[in-house]
């Protein structure tokens, strides 16, 4: 099956190389009517309604992108969840790959494999992964708080008041 259709030419050009590169969202799993590139689509939809909810309420509710209080609670634990969600599908998917073989990937030499495949796809694990521990911080921290642990560090230094 060859693209096709009026957003073709120019929007889904980059998206048609790299299902040449990445079977499964090529027209080989599209004909197999293989059903991970949908499930995951399904998700792709859930975690950005969660970011969006997470920037909705940041731009709401912060000031200076700094949110306090319950809503504080309620974007940070949020940008946890869909951090994660990132991270673990992206290892699901990376899984997947490893243990099929490289079915959907091993037709590429390796510097096609590593520019259009390894760094674009390594970047949904570094970044959202740094996303997770820094969200773990806050979280971490705020329970401290909260349980009356006051010797607590806050994940990001604060600036000093007068009063210090």
Not at 24 to 52: C, D, I, K
Request: net charge negative.
């Amino acid at each position: 099956m060859a693209p096709r259709g009026a957003l073709h030419a120019p929007l889904f050009l980059p998206y048609a190389l790299y299902g040449r590169v990445d079977h499964m969202y090529g027209a080989e799993a599209w004909e197999a009517r293989n059903g991970f590139t949908g499930a995951q689509a399904g998700l792709n939809v859930v975690e950005s309604v969660g970011y969006a909810a997470y920037l909705w309420v940041v731009w709401r509710c912060g000031e200076g992108g700094v949110v306090g209080g319950g809503w504080g609670g309620v974007a940070c634990l949020v940008g946890f969840a869909v951090s994660v969600m990132t991270v673990s599908k992206t290892v699901l998917y990376w899984c997947n790959e490893f243990f099929s073989g490289f079915d959907n990937i091993g037709h590429n030499d390796a510097l096609s494999l590593l520019f259009l495949w390894i760094i674009p796809n390594g970047l949904w694990l570094v970044f959202p992964s740094y996303m997770v521990y820094e969200f773990a911080r806050d979280i971490l921290h705020g329970l401290s708080i909260a349980s009356g642990d006051r010797s607590s560090k806050p994940a990001r230094a604060a600036t000093p008041t007068k009063d210090e």
